[in-house]
Structure formats: C-alpha cells, structure tokens
C-alpha cells in the first residue's frame, strides 16, 4: 500500500498588544505612539491549507487564524524536560496582499480576500 504525503507549512503569526507599566498603565514610545508588546505564536498547517499558505503567505502579509491549541513536551539533549506550544489551525484567511517584496511571491493569484 503506497503512503500518502502530507504537506506541513509552519508559520510564525505575531500579535500586539499595548505594553503596561509597573502600575498597569499604558505609555507612549518616544514617536508618541502607545508602546506595544509583542508575542510570537508557531502555527502549523497541514495538507491543501498547508499547500494555500507556502504558495501565497509572505512575511508581514496580515492574517488571522483558526485553529487549536496543541502542547508538546520533550527532552533535549541534556534530559532536561522542554515545553511547547503551537497552533494547528484549520483556516487561514489572507486579510492583506503580500508585502510584495519577492518576485516569487508576489500574491497576485491568491484567494479572493473578502
């Protein structure tokens, strides 16, 4: 019997939200603007949405993602116990254009944004 291939893509998708002070205010940053915190969050898509996602996403291209939330546990190499989380999601939706800077992926045949 002939094993199927599944296609992986990983991204990673980067939400902001305003930074706080010791006394949980919000501050500017020195262009006036309100200082913002960032978090990193490893998503992984699979099959046809894995395929959808390495053709047409691009650094810096807007998206929002659906999915769940999936922790791992390992050892590493020195037996210390590691910890780790990642989205799997189940849709991706393209909010922007790609940001256009690469000649190979340059979005124009992407899926209709709504």
Known sequence: MARRRTN??????????????????TYKDENGYTAKENEFHRVT?????????????????????QGRIHYTQWEDKDGVTRYGTEILADKVDFLSRGNGSSDDNDNTDAPEID
């Open 45 to 65: 898509c699979f099959n046809g949405l894995a395929k959808t996602v390495g053709q047409y996403c691009s650094k810096g291209q807007l998206v929002s993602v």
């Open 8 to 25: 992986v893509t990983g991204i990673t998708v980067v939400t902001d939200r305003p930074a706080r002070d010791k006394d949980g205010k």
